[in-house]
């Protein structure tokens, strides 16, 4: 993974937009985003399992299908991979599967508690975050997400923001040990970590040069993130970039995880988004990550198809 200073985490010359007072999807951020850009980026497409996590396809089988689908990459969830090896799978074969479809385990996602107050709950979750990632390096992955895990819920105390940057950057010290970087994940509904600023603010105080920020349409929305502020990031801030889509016919605060839809399917301003992703440098990976009941009754293999299908459709309107 590219290192990155704390100064370089910011991109150069960005900060004069965000005082231009633009607003989510303005016409200004997608003119200003695409006279940036040249043709159709070359991103890499990646399929987060959770869209159809409710099918319990065993992960080889998902594996099998994802590359047949055309994607670069997966991100599965530990669970999966732990379900596998438990049924008596061995991460040597999973990664010889892998490889042999040319298929890269992008990130991952866990659930460690590494910014939560409790010393002894906190080093659980150091311990859990070791183990998770000594999985995916044996996997050939470089990444694992690093969500809110703990201090999401509404009653857990707002923890104050430099408090937070210490823990991240004890995590970024141990995903270094272990080859496997943490990205610091937003969820818009989370008591902590709910926007990008806080997440920003977390992620450079940490200084730490592998500090990074895994954001995702809907949690962008639906904890109130501007998405101009995309724009303010470096490209090397941010190596996967969740993607979906929401409608706005349900309140913000009241959306939840399953209201998400494909990209391009709902309301969101997509090829404003893409466009300000891109004219960071932002050459990375989209992930499709949703939760949607309706997918989850279809076959996986339809989802699996629909999604990058959707996704590619979404960058070729954008970059049209």
């Known amino acids: 993974m590219s290192l990155i200073s704390r100064r370089g985490f910011l991109s ?13 999807g303005s016409s200004v951020l997608a003119k200003d985003a695409g006279a940036k850009s040249s043709g159709v980026p ?87 975050a070791k183990r998770e990632m000594d999985m995916l390096q044996q996997l050939g992955s470089k990444r694992i997400a690093a969500p809110p895990a703990g201090i999401n819920r509404g009653d857990y105390p707002t923890i104050d923001l430099d408090a937070l940057a210490e823990r991240y950057a004890a995590l970024l010290d141990l995903g270094v040990s272990m080859e496997v970087i943490p990205q610091l994940e937003i969820w818009g509904s989370s008591k902590n970590l709910s926007k990008l600023p806080q997440a920003a603010y977390v992620a450079m105080t940490a200084n730490h040069p592998h500090a990074a920020i895994l954001p995702d349409i809907y949690h962008l929305y639906r904890g109130g993130s501007d998405f101009n502020s995309l724009r303010l990031l470096s490209c090397e801030a941010i190596n996967i970039f969740h993607v979906n889509d929401y409608p706005l016919s349900i309140p913000r605060e009241e959306m939840k995880d399953s209201d998400r839809v494909y990209p391009g399917d709902g309301d969101a301003p997509m090829k404003a988004i893409l466009q300000a992703l891109h004219s960071t440098g932002f050459a990375g990976v989209l992930s499709l990550e949703l939760f949607n009941e309706t997918y989850f009754a279809q076959p996986p293999v339809e989802v699996i198809e629909t999604g990058l299908t959707k996704m590619k459709a979404s960058v070729e309107q954008a970059f049209a």
């Open 12 to 24: 150069t010359g960005l900060a004069a937009s965000a005082a231009a007072g633009l607003t989510q």
């Open 42 to 128: 070359k991103f890499r497409y990646c399929f987060n399992t959770s869209c159809v996590r409710k099918a319990k396809r065993p992960l080889p089988e998902l594996i099998d299908m994802v590359a047949d689908a055309g994607y670069d990459g997966i991100e599965p969830w530990i669970g999966e991979i732990e379900t596998y090896l438990k049924s008596g799978g061995t991460l040597s074969d999973l990664r010889k599967r892998l490889d042999d479809h040319g298929l890269q385990v992008e990130s991952a996602i866990g659930f460690p508690r590494w910014g939560v107050n409790d010393d002894s709950d906190r080093k659980a979750g150091f311990e859990q």
